[in-house]
Nanobody, 115 residues
Framework: QDELVESGGGLVQAGGSLRLSCVASRNINQIYLMAWYRQAPEKSRELVAS???????NYADSVKGRFTISRDAPKDTLYLQMDNLKPEDTAVYYCNYRRFGNEYWGQGTQVTVSS
């Protein structure tokens, strides 16, 4: 059974940092592409960052230079380091992957950035 559990969200002031973690129940070396998404109130879910097993990273323009995605295979964990946070980064953050036509999501972790 494929499960994802996120943690690390919280309340932080603008300019601060948080690191999100997502632990997978599966060996993540079996997962080519993993990603972080976010959804702010009354907005659609959007892709924040993604990373392949080869380490190729991709970022939304809004977070480039501030966020860093990484994966730790021995720990089966996906990370999102978020620096210089802005109020517009406030959202529920979800980790995600697709495998054999199925899509898997974590339960989400709330990030709130105060001005």
């Amino acid at each position: 059974q494929d499960e994802l559990v996120e943690s690390g969200g919280g309340l932080v002031q603008a300019g601060g940092s948080l690191r999100l973690s997502c632990v997978a129940s599966r060996n993540i070396n079996q997962i080519y592409l993993m990603a972080w998404y976010r959804q702010a109130p009354e907005k659609s879910r959007e892709l924040v960052a993604s990373i392949t097993t080869r380490g190729t990273e991709n970022y939304a323009d809004s977070v480039k230079g501030r966020f860093t995605i990484s994966r730790d295979a021995p720990k089966d964990t996906l990370y999102l380091q978020m620096d210089n946070l802005k109020p517009e980064d406030t959202a529920v953050y979800y980790c995600n992957y697709r495998r054999f036509g199925n899509e898997y999501w974590g339960q989400g972790t709330q990030v709130t950035v105060s001005s």
